[in-house]
């Protein structure tokens, strides 16, 4: 009797284990290693390819066709490094060129390159998001100093600072209908919500969320307005409500995601992973 009591409560634990183990929801969708560990600022262009930062080595762009084939789309001038990708309107492509303190932009339809605005007093910047007025905003962590601001960037008056002495700010975002601007701190682990105004500028700074453990990257909103949160060191995407639930919380292979995107019917989104050096994708059964 003794042993099948052993035997029974042998198969009871190993239930309990495997029903507690949470299982990986995304799947590899490029090969290991295509990108060095600085993979960042995932962007989504209209007919559905993805492009990441430093393909291969540093200051590069990586295109990525809706198949999953990998290829160099861009490389950057003058030292370039690129962290965050936005598309915005008549097809231009924009990027956070950290190094040179830069937003740099491209007419896809012609491949010229230019710089849309340039501040020599900005750290970095870092992520970058895009109004439906075509304002861009972009956070600036310091992180040795444990600090960050946030900027408004237009073609006519380049970047305004809009908050300084934050917390370490890295990922942002706009809400879909323009109201809400989205704003992380890696550090303290918090997310902030301020109302957009007509002039582009924010108010009403409210807390969102504080997590408890582990840091915060990338963001991105999905057409209702819920936000996408990756989880870096713990491996997993939280998708919170707007009014700050949280919703769910996505496990992925690896354990540093930096950043992510959709794909254009919201169907699938695709995050970048610092450890793995590719980009995970994940069928968003959420919405659906």
């Known amino acids: 009797m003794k042993k099948y009591v052993v035997v029974f409560s042998f198969l009871i634990l190993n239930i309990l284990i495997f029903s507690c183990t949470k299982q990986a929801e995304s799947k590899d969708f490029t090969n290991l290693g295509v990108f060095t560990s600085g993979i960042e600022g995932p962007a989504t262009d209209s007919i559905g390819n993805i492009y990441a930062v430093n393909y291969q080595k540093e200051g590069t762009i990586g295109k990525i066709t809706p198949e999953g ?13 690129g962290n965050g990708i936005r598309f915005g309107k008549k097809n231009i492509m924009y990027i ?31 992520d970058i998001a895009i109004s439906p007025s075509g304002v861009i905003y972009a956070s600036d962590p310091n992180w040795k100093g444990g600090t960050g601001n946030i900027w408004k ?3 006519d008056k380049g970047f305004e600072k809009l908050e300084s002495n934050m917390g370490t700010t890295n990922g942002i975002e706009v809400s ?22 007509n002039d582009g500028t924010i108010r009403h700074k409210k807390l969102v969320y504080t997590f408890k453990d582990f840091g915060l990257d990338g963001m991105r909103c999905d057409n209702k307005g819920n936000l996408y949160v990756c989880r870096f060191e713990k491996g997993t995407v939280v998708i919170l409500s707007p009014e700050g639930k949280l919703l769910k919380e996505v496990q992925l ?9 959709f794909s254009n019917d919201f169907s699938t989104f695709y995050v970048t992973m610092a450890d ?12 659906f």
Do not use: C
Not at 253 to 261: C, D, H, V
Not at 276 to 282: C, Q
């Open 96 to 126: 956070a060129d950290y190094t040179n303190h830069n937003i740099l932009m491209m007419d896809m339809n012609t491949r010229e390159l230019s710089v849309f605005a340039h501040h020599s007093e900005v750290n970095q910047p870092n």
């Open 69 to 81: 084939k990998v290829s160099l789309f861009l490389e950057l001038p003058n030292g370039s490094i």
């Open 253 to 261: 292979l690896g354990k540093k995601p930096t950043n992510i995107t």
């Open 276 to 287: 793995k050096g590719n980009i995970e994708i994940v069928k968003n059964d959420f919405l």
């Open 176 to 197: 879909p209908d323009g109201s809400k601007l989205y704003v992380n701190e890696s550090v303290q682990q918090k997310i902030w919500v301020y109302d957009i105004q």
């Open 153 to 155: 960037i237009t073609r």
